[in-house]
């Protein structure tokens, strides 16, 4: 039995946007997990990594299998057409039955002085950083549900999650004027916007890799 998230993915996001959706050709990319902590990661053959191989940490402390869906790929199936149309993060992550929690999962790899505003040294230019980018991937992401229906509502906790993976080691010396401002880099990269309110109830989180991020 398909989860009702499963159930919208098939039958009315297609449908709102004049498309059918095919069994025998289309396939929503997913894997499931029981109770526990487990990594993941895009652009693999598999969902779910070995530990130390992730770039988001997860905890099902609930009592419910979840089910973690490559949105990306989903939106993807749909190219060319209304429906695969603009931006999307990478996961959506969701108890297999019922409504207790869902979670909108942008996935990113970076050195830590490109998370937050920072100017270009190749060319001077002022860029808004990956935290700022991954909070419109996942904006845009929760508006296209919200173009079909109000099923998103159903959902009593509702969140828009930004795991990113540090590729530089420790904290240097040397680091972007946004960031040196404050005393200690890490905890900020760590904890900022913690629980800010974002679009349709769902509120904003970030953690950064091997942070966790439990679903209740």
Wanted: contains cysteine; glycine residues 6%.
């Amino acid at each position: 039995m398909d989860s009702a998230l499963i159930d919208f993915l098939k039958k009315d996001y297609p449908k709102h946007f004049g498309q059918e959706w095919k069994e025998d050709t289309m396939q929503v990319r997913r894997e499931q997990r029981p109770k526990g902590k487990f990594e993941i990661r895009d652009g693999q053959p598999q969902i779910v990594q070995y530990t130390g191989n992730g770039v988001s940490v997860i905890n099902n402390n609930s009592e419910i299998d979840v089910e973690i869906i490559d949105f990306e790929h989903y939106i993807n199936i749909f190219h060319d057409t209304d429906a695969g149309m603009g931006r999307k993060c990478d996961f959506i992550i969701n108890p297999i039955a019922g409504y207790d929690f869902i979670i909108f999962n942008e996935l990113t790899e970076s050195e830590r002085r490109y998370i937050m505003p920072f100017t270009s040294p190749q060319t001077g230019e002022e860029k808004e950083g990956k935290l700022a980018y991954a909070k419109k991937q996942l904006e845009i992401s929760i508006e296209k549900f919200y173009s079909v229906n109000s099923f998103l509502d159903d959902y009593e906790k509702r969140v828009a999650l930004f795991s990113c993976r540090l590729t530089d080691g420790k904290p240097k010396r040397y680091m972007s004027r946004s960031v040196s401002a404050f005393r200690k880099p890490q905890k900020i990269l760590s904890n900022i916007r913690a629980h800010e309110p974002l679009v349709h109830g769902f509120v904003f989180e970030q953690r950064i890799y091997d942070k966790e991020y439990k679903t209740i």
